[in-house]
């Protein structure tokens, strides 16, 4: 999901659920538009959204609460993958498997959305601002991919 404000992420958004709906076809991934910031943060708030595409800066604002975010934040979001200047983020209950294996999925894409113009940047500054998904990161140190945690009673 991104803001209908800011066709980049728009564009790599689509370029994005692309790649995750071949690569992992069960996801069904598919990129959606908020008519404005704060209703991405108000749909990851209350559990309506797993997974949005944000600038670093939207990112790190709404992982602290801050405008414009004041009203769904802070919200703990961790970083499955940086894209340019654009983040791929969720919400710390996504499962690990899943990050690992939306992580992965991507990796291979990784040079292409960032050179692509629509991802372009300067390194992205905030990236480290949000913390890194323990299942993308279990990616990235090349540990075997977390099991499925057995769902709650």
């Known amino acids: 999901m991104e ?63 801050r405008p414009p975010f004041t009203d769904y934040g802070p919200l703990a979001l961790r970083r499955i993958v940086a894209l340019g200047s654009y983040l791929l983020v969720c919400r710390d209950d996504f499962p690990a498997r899943h990050a690992y294996q939306v992580a992965q999925a991507l990796d291979d894409h990784l040079a292409e959305f960032a050179a692509s113009a629509s991802a372009a940047s300067e390194a992205n500054d905030d990236a480290d601002a949000v913390p890194m998904h323990p299942g993308a990161l279990a990616y990235r140190h090349g540990q075997p991919i977390p099991e499925l945690a057995s769902p709650k009673p």
């Open 3 to 65: 803001c209908e404000t800011d066709g980049s992420a728009y564009e790599l958004g689509k370029r994005v659920a692309a790649v995750l709906a071949k690569e992992l076809p069960a996801s069904q991934a598919r990129v959606t538009r908020a008519p404005y910031m704060e209703r991405i943060g108000s749909l990851l708030s209350t559990d309506q959204l797993d997974v949005a595409l944000l600038s670093g800066t939207a990112a790190v604002a709404l992982l602290h609460g």
